[in-house]
C-alpha cells in the first residue's frame, strides 16, 4: 500500500515529515520499547532534521528509546561535508539526548566492502532474534531515480541476498554503502521526501510509469507488508495526484 501526501512548500513538507517521526516514534517505543530508525542522506532531509532539533518535537520523543540508523553512506569520513552522518549530527542528532551508543552510522572511513559487512552485522545483532525489519526507513529520490545508493544500472538493484553492499558509483566516480531493496522493503515504515520540481517527471515515472528498476531505482520500493508513503511538496508533484496509487 501506497500513500501520496502532498504539501504546499518544502518547509510545510519538511515540518510534516517531522511529525511522521514523532507519531511513529512514540507508537514503536509503545508498541516494543523503541524505535528503530534509517535516515536519508541528501540535503532535502535536512529541513526536517532541523525541526526535530526544535523544542516542538525534542519534547515528544523519548530519545533515550531511539536507534539512529542510516539508509546510505558516502565513502568519506565522517568529518567530512559529503558525509550523510555529518550532516544529521549537525542539524539535529546533536541537539536532542540520543545516547551516544544509539547512533550508529556506516563507516565511510574504511574500506567499504568491510563497512558495508560491518554494518550488516551491526543490524542483524541489533534486531536479533527478530528479523531486521525498521521500524522506519527515510528515503531521497534523486533526479534520475535513484535512491538511497541503489543508482540506475547498479548490481544493488538486483542484490537479493545481501541487506547492505558497498558498490561504485560511476557517475559520481565514487563508492558508497546502501541498503538493499531486501532491507528495504523489510520495513514496517518507508517514506520518500522529494521536493522541487527538477524531480517532478522523474517522480511521475517512478510512480505511475512502466516497472523499470534498472533504469528507475526507486521503483524496487516496494515494502511486502509495510505502509510506504511519498511525502511530497507541490513542486514536485505537480504530474502526480493522490488518486493515482
Ligand atoms: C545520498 C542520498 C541520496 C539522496 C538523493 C536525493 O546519499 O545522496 O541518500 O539517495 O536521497 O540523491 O538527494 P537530495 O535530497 O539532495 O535531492
Known sequence: MAIIQTYPTAEVLAHAAAELFVTLAQESIRDHGHFSVA????????????????????????????????SDERCVPPESEDSNYHMARDAFLKYVAIPPENILRMQGEIKPHQAAQSYEETLTHFFAPKPTRFDLILLGMGDDGHTASIFPATPAIHEAEKLVMAQY???????????????????????????????????????????????LPAQI????VGKLRWLLDEAAAIHVTSTQI
Open 39 to 70: 535516515l536519508a542522506g541528501g540535503s532535502t532531509p535536512r529541513a526536517m532534521y532541523k525541526n526535530l532539533a526544535t523544542i516542538e518535537f525534542t519534547q515528544q520523543v523519548n530519545w533515550e528509546r531511539v536507534y539512529i540508523f542510516w
Open 169 to 215: 558509483v560511476d557517475k559520481l566516480e565514487s563508492w558508497r554503502i546502501t541498503f538493499t531493496p531486501a532491507l528495504i522493503n523489510a520495513a514496517a515504515n518507508v517514506a520518500f521526501l522529494v521536493s522541487g520540481e527538477k524531480k517532478a517527471y522523474r517522480l511521475r515515472q517512478v510512480i505511475v510509469g512502466r516497472y523499470q528498476p534498472d533504469q
Open 221 to 224: 520500493v516496494r515494502p511486502a
